[in-house]
């Protein structure tokens, strides 16, 4: 987290939820569960290449959410990114760990190019996508299955293969 600059400076370290003026985007638990996802296929490997693979991925992720940096910048207050996006709650981000890891095994070369479609996706919580998915009468749920539905949908806007389970779980949705 201390070597991300969006990360370092809009995570909230010492509470594990925001309140609604918090200047933070992000919680250290969100932040820690989300890399446990991204990492899910690295656990044989010693924490030294997992927190380099970490820095990479998170790295590259900020560089394709345009709404974090104007956060960090201050053009926009966190709350207002909060009250009006999803992209920076937990469920959001764990199901961008998934995506990493996912697009991490399938594409051990080139996959930072790739992350470039996340600027392609609606994140405005209007955006019906999300509910039923991890919106449930228009509030964030952070379920298993929200972040596996989460998942799901990104690695379809990511043309990633979808496995079984996440196929029947994606025609249940429908």
């Known amino acids: 987290m201390r070597r991300i600059p969006v990360f370092k400076a ?23 569960g989300a890399s446990n996802a991204l990492l ?7 924490l030294g290449e997992q927190i380099e693979i970490a820095v990479k991925y998170w790295s590259c992720v900020c560089e394709n959410m345009p709404d974090w940096d104007l956060v ?3 053009k926009v207050s966190a709350a207002e990114i909060r009250r009006d996006h999803v992209h920076c709650y937990a469920v959001t981000l764990a199901g961008i760990g998934k995506l990493g890891s996912s697009l991490l095994s399938i594409y051990e070369e080139g996959w930072e190019q790739r992350l470039t479609a996340l600027r392609q996706i609606d994140w405005q919580k209007s955006n019906p996508e999300w509910e039923g998915r991890i919106m449930h009468g228009g509030q964030i749920g952070k379920s298993r299955g929200n972040v596996e539905a989460m998942s799901v949908y990104l690695k379809k ?6 496995t079984s389970e996440e196929e029947h779980l994606e025609k249940q949705r429908r």
């Open 10 to 32: 809009l995570t909230e370290t010492e509470r594990s939820s925001l309140t609604q003026r918090s200047s933070k985007l992000f919680t250290l638990s969100s932040l820690y």
């Open 40 to 46: 899910s296929n690295h656990r044989d490997q010693d």
């Open 72 to 74: 960090l910048k201050r």
């Open 157 to 162: 806007a990511f043309n990633l293969p979808l």
